[in-house]
């Protein structure tokens, strides 16, 4: 029963990495999903069901929900439900065999100095999602059916310069509409040239790292500090 795997697996995550229950479910659910307990295809429980055979508030089923289908393990159908995305991949087998039935042997790969300190330090699963963090926007509120249909608008028109790279710093219109935002509810005054699009802010501060500091130089941060920052400096050295 789902229930009960869930429930197992939480309690060995909270025993082992003390995580916060949201997270805990997460992961127990991802788990199911990669095992092949929960298949392609496969309704979800609603959230109150899940709720109340877990012992959990809905507040904490549903974060775990929606970070799922933010990265895309499930996704939801109005008037339908939640149900696990077609294109979820099952987990590796941990040992690997040959035709013949002779083990397989696999040298596992071996990180950087670097690459170590970066996969062990301020991570995510720890740091990302915490009470009361600031810019954890509410994504059922997001206007899914309007962003589709501009997006299938502008899908089936031609923009052959938007397949090339871009060296200009981004798709002009949007720097442009940027540099006029900030000029009019921000009194910044620029222009549109001096407007770079990124991705979001690790990737801002990893360019200002790469740009304006060299490898060994001192950054200074507030203490707490935004995670995702101390990694893209760590990164830089």
Request: charged residues 20%; glycine residues 8%.
């Amino acid at each position: 029963m789902l229930s009960e795997f869930l429930l197992a697996e939480m309690n060995r995550l909270g025993t082992q990495d003390a995580l916060p229950l949201h997270r805990q479910l997460y992961e127990a659910l991802r788990r199911a999903m990669l095992d092949g307990k929960l298949g392609a295809g496969e309704r979800l429980p609603s959230s109150r069901d899940l709720a109340e055979d877990l012992s959990l508030s809905r507040n904490t089923v549903v974060a775990a929900i929606n970070q799922l289908s933010v990265e895309g393990y499930l996704a939801s159908r109005v008037g339908s439900g939640t149900y696990v995305n077609d294109n979820v991949p099952r987990a590796a087998p941990s040992r690997g065999a040959r035709s013949g039935g002779q083990p397989a042997t696999l040298q596992a790969g071996r990180l950087s100095t670097r690459g170590v300190a970066l996969s062990t330090t301020f991570c995510a699963t720890e740091l990302e999602v915490q009470p009361f963090t600031p810019g954890m926007v509410d994504f059922s509120a997001f206007p899914v059916a309007l962003w589709q249909r501009l997006q299938n608008k502008h899908w089936r028109m031609t923009y052959p310069d938007m397949l090339d790279y871009n060296t200009s710093g981004g798709y002009a219109p949007l720097r442009r509409a940027v540099a006029d935002y900030l000029r009019v509810f921000r009194s910044v005054h620029l222009e549109a040239d001096q407007v770079v699009i990124t991705s979001g802010t690790q990737q801002s501060l990893e360019l200002c790292a790469r740009l304006l500091a060299d490898h060994g130089d001192t950054v200074w941060v507030e203490d707490p500090a935004y995670w995702g920052a101390v990694k893209a400096f760590m990164a830089t050295g």
